[in-house]
Each structure stands twice: as structure tokens, then as C-alpha cells.
């Protein structure tokens, strides 16, 4: 690969990223602090393939005019020698840009959320809810205080929380939001199972507005023995997919 092919690669990289990062696509990969970051990653790339192509187009021009060194193009005496016709296999390595661009996945959703095991964990604290009726709330911060709290700061209260559609193979529905560390490569599942006035016909990805209560009801995730609780639901309604469908409420 010369340089002007790895420019271009650079270029194509760089705006990548750019594009992930202004049209909230980077959203499907990775968490929403991390875009300063991505911006600046992508500006970088960009200026530094602009900076590269302006140095070998110099370089070109200086060999016209015959003022090049011939380091290693030419016999030594400053004349070219026989080029050498570049592998077009290394723009093979743009087609992944092109993939993320153009066919982007999804974010994760319920087949990700019934193979894999509940990450619920033991919040340190919890903050006191905001006054209102229902409160809105995070899905995980009411995993948290339903099992972890045992209900005691959601007695009386109604809540409302947002999250996807999954179905255990046994028919158990759950409300599931992926929380993240970092990117979608650590993302795991939070599930909250519903019982109640629960839709007669839910699809699985599809995004749901629960609101309900607080049910001591709970049970353990088949595949990790983790704990789920679950919320007794007097209304759902669909909704469209949220802008960052990754719950960043994580408790470490």
C-alpha cells in the first residue's frame, strides 16, 4: 500500500467516524460520554490523510522538476526506476466503512437479552425519587430498588419506565434494557419481568412505555441465576425506538 492509497484509507476512516459521531450512529456502539472523543479521533485521522496526500503531492512535484532524491525509486543517480503496480487488495479494507455507513445494525435486542444472564448489581445507594405521579425512572435503577431495596423506596409510588420486549422460551415476558461499561461489546442485559395488565400481544424488540408498581414478586435468570424482579403493569403503550436505546445506569 503507497501512500496516497493509505491516505485515502486515513480519509475514509476518519470521516467514518465523524459521520457516526454527528448522526448519533456511534450511539449503537458505544456509550454517549464518548463522543468528544470520537470527534476528536475522526478530525485527527482526517488531518493527518490531508496532511500525508499534500506531502506526496509535493513530493511528486519536486521529482517533475527534477529536484527528487531518488531514495530507493530510482537507480541512485535521481532518475526513476521501474514502478512497481500497487495490489488493489488493500481497498478491500474500506468495505467494513462502507458496511457501517451505509448497513448499519441494529442495537442489541432480545436474542442478546434471553441468551445472556441479567447484569443487575447492588446499586451503593439510592437517590430519593422526584416528586410526581407516575415518576419516570430507569429501568435499572428500578431492578435495583425493587430486589436490592426490597420495594422499600417504591411503596405508593407508581413508576414509569421504557425499555424492549422479551419473551422466555417458557412464554415469561420481560422488559430489558442493555447497560454498558464502555461499547456495545460489554453490553448486558437488565430484565424486568411484568405481570399485571400485560398487551395480549407483545413482540419481541418491540419498545414499550410501562407504567405500574411495585410487586414483590421476583425469580432467578435461567441463565446465569441472576435475580429479576418483576412490576405490576396498569398501562403499556408502544413507542418508537429511543435516540440511545443503552441504558447507561450502571452500577459498578
Excluded at 164 to 170: G, K
Excluded at 201 to 212: C, D, F, H, M, Y
Aim: net charge positive.
Amino acid at each position: 500500500m503507497n501512500r496516497q492509497t493509505q491516505a485515502a484509507v486515513l480519509l475514509l476512516i476518519g470521516v467514518a467516524l465523524l459521520h457516526g459521531a454527528l448522526t448519533d450512529l456511534y450511539l449503537r456502539y458505544v456509550k454517549e460520554g464518548l463522543r468528544p472523543l470520537l470527534l476528536a479521533a475522526g478530525t485527527l485521522l482526517v488531518v493527518t490523510a490531508l496532511a500525508t496526500a499534500w506531502y506526496e503531492w509535493r513530493r511528486a512535484r519536486r521529482e517533475e522538476r527534477g529536484t527528487g532524491t531518488g531514495t530507493g525509486d530510482g537507480d541512485g543517480d535521481g532518475t526513476r526506476g521501474h514502478a512497481h503496480r500497487e495490489s488493489r487488495v488493500s481497498w478491500l479494507l474500506v468495505l467494513p466503512l462502507f458496511a457501517l455507513v451505509l448497513v448499519a445494525p441494529p442495537a442489541l435486542g432480545s436474542y442478546s437479552a434471553t441468551h445472556t444472564g441479567t447484569a443487575l448489581q447492588q446499586p451503593y445507594g439510592y437517590a430519593e425519587l422526584p416528586a410526581g405521579d407516575p415518576v419516570p425512572i430507569g429501568l435499572v435503577d428500578y431492578a435495583g430498588r425493587a430486589f436490592y431495596g426490597h420495594g422499600r423506596s417504591l411503596e405508593g409510588r407508581s413508576v414509569r419506565l421504557t425499555g424492549f420486549v422479551a419473551v422466555t422460551p417458557s412464554g415469561t415476558p420481560y422488559l430489558v434494557r442493555m447497560a454498558l461499561n464502555c461499547c456495545a461489546a460489554d453490553a448486558q442485559p437488565v430484565k424486568i419481568g411484568l405481570t399485571g395488565n400485560i398487551p395480549p400481544v407483545l413482540q419481541p424488540n418491540a419498545w414499550l412505555e410501562v407504567t405500574g408498581r411495585y410487586t414483590a414478586r421476583r425469580t432467578r435468570d435461567p441463565v446465569n441465576d441472576g435475580p429479576i424482579p418483576f412490576l405490576r403493569v396498569t398501562a403499556a403503550r408502544p413507542v418508537p425506538t429511543p435516540r440511545d436505546p443503552y441504558d447507561e445506569t450502571w452500577n459498578n
